[in-house]
């Protein structure tokens, strides 16, 4: 069974920067994709950056593509997601997942509980 968990959320002032952490347990975490998707309130769950199990390939929606960078440490079983420029529409619950790249939520198996950031303008 794999776990992961999100840490490094929090409330941030526009322009500022914040970095997530996801670790994994269970399941070889060098053996699968694993991507990050962000949820607002009373919207729907949106992609926002995946990457392969090498780091070979790598995706970013169009909101964050240059201000978002996703890397993992296999070594340590850990997804990141640094974050710069942060704009209060970046105002979300952020979740990372596994065992995929796309950019659609359902075709990913393992999910986080999820970490708020808020973007304060």
């Known amino acids: 069974q794999v776990q992961l968990k999100e840490s490094g959320g929090g409330l941030v002032q526009a322009g500022g920067s914040l970095r997530l952490s996801c670790a994994a347990s269970g399941r070889t975490f060098s053996s699968y994709a694993t991507g990050w998707f962000r949820q607002a309130p009373g919207k729907e769950r949106e992609f926002v950056a995946a990457i392969t199990w090498s780091g070979g390939t790598i995706t970013y929606a169009d909101s964050v593509k240059g201000r978002f960078t996703i890397s993992r440490d296999n070594a340590k079983n850990t997804l990141y997601l640094q974050m710069n420029s942060l704009k209060p529409e970046d105002t979300a619950v952020y979740y990372c997942?596994?065992?995929?790249?796309?950019?659609?939520?359902?075709?990913?198996?393992?999910w986080g509980q999820g970490t708020q950031v808020t973007v304060s303008s």
């Open positions: 997942a596994g065992r995929s790249i796309s950019t659609v939520a359902a075709a990913y198996d393992y």
